[in-house]
């Protein structure tokens, strides 16, 4: 069997490193063509070392010489790029097979777009690429041949329960709704009288999940679901309507499809990313990932019930922009991203985030995006506005 060539977007993060666990575990399958980072060179360096990619890419020319120093030590056969067109290009090579889009946020987006242009298998984590580009995303998948595979958890699980063949096409088979669980995150018990003070720490010590600090933040304020709503709508076709989210704090249920003959299809597992991972590199077969198998026998609960848009005003937030359509996806997720890195840097409150994102829709019209380049100006245009209330808001 030729192994596949894996470019992972985003090796150094939480998405990256259990990527990196999974590969390693199959050699005779799999070989790593690049490896990229923003700014953890040390970590990159060793990175490279273990896995000898073809290229690596960092984010500026200092950053690249810093990592070639520190190839060098070891003889290393790795090229080393830099800047965000060298992500796309190696996102875009021919001799690249599969591209893991493991970036965090809107930085991700060319390089996503890039790897569903030039027809690979795309293992999308980088849910914020697909929420800001929605329709121009799936026609280049589409229009190139590229295969999409969610990565995200909950939308692994969906397209696992989906019946093959009507993975895009809900109506036909049959599919009533789409049950995205989640967490609840740290904050679903605490008193929303207190939410207003809590701090970065607090928000990103998530009770099932060790991840990145923004998706982190966004758990705690359920603007992560909010996003995955709009990611299901795009990868599965599915209306806002059929979009359910429900509250599930164990995570052992990573979501389900209820179906018009009664029965709901769920898949279950322990909370690691590995076995989306394993799933999207091997589908349609299936390979170890490092995982346990969930043991049922083990007294295990699962409690349900329905989110608080009181508490988690994000979500609400993301259900209208979805419903709003247009450029209100790209402008919700530029703010949120704004939002949440002044929460982590303590210049804006928990309860804020919300506030900030709000305003920020209301304040830019919204308008049809058909091309990156008016998708990336709306982009900024949002981060603009979101940085001005967040300045004038501050704590
Ligand atoms: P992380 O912060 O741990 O890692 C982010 C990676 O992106 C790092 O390798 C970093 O070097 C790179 N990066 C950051 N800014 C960049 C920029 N401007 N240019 C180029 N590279 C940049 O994040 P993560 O938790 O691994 O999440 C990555 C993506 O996967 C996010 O979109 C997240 O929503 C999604 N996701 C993560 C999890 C999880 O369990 N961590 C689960 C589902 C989805
Ligand atoms: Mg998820």
Redesign the pocket.
Known sequence: MQKQRICI??????????TLDVLARHPERYQVFAL?????IRK?ASQCQQFEPQFA?V?NAPLAQELRDLLAQFSSKTQVLHG?SA?CEVASANDCDVVM?????A??LP?SLAAAQSGKRILL?????LVMSGQLFIDAVAKSGATLLP???EHNAIFQCLPHGYQRNLDAGGIAKIVLTASGGPFLKRDISTLAQVTAAEAIAHPN????????V?SATMM?KG?EVIEAHWLFGAPADKIDVLIHPQSLIHSMVSYVDGSLLAQLGNPD?RT?IAYGLAYPERIASGVEALDLSQFLQLNFFKPDFERFPCLRLAYDALRAGGSAPTILNAANEIAVEAFLNAQLGFMDIEKVVADTLGKIASQALNALDSILEIDQQARRVASDFVAKREV
């Open positions: 977007l985003g090796s150094t993060g939480s998405i990256g490193v259990s990229t980072a923003h700014t953890q990159l890419v984010a965000a992500l889009a493991a970036i965090v946020g930085a991700g390089a984590a980088n849910k914020e690429a990565i995200d958890s999940w060790v991840m990145g600090r923004k998706i982190s966004d992560n996003l990313m989306p």
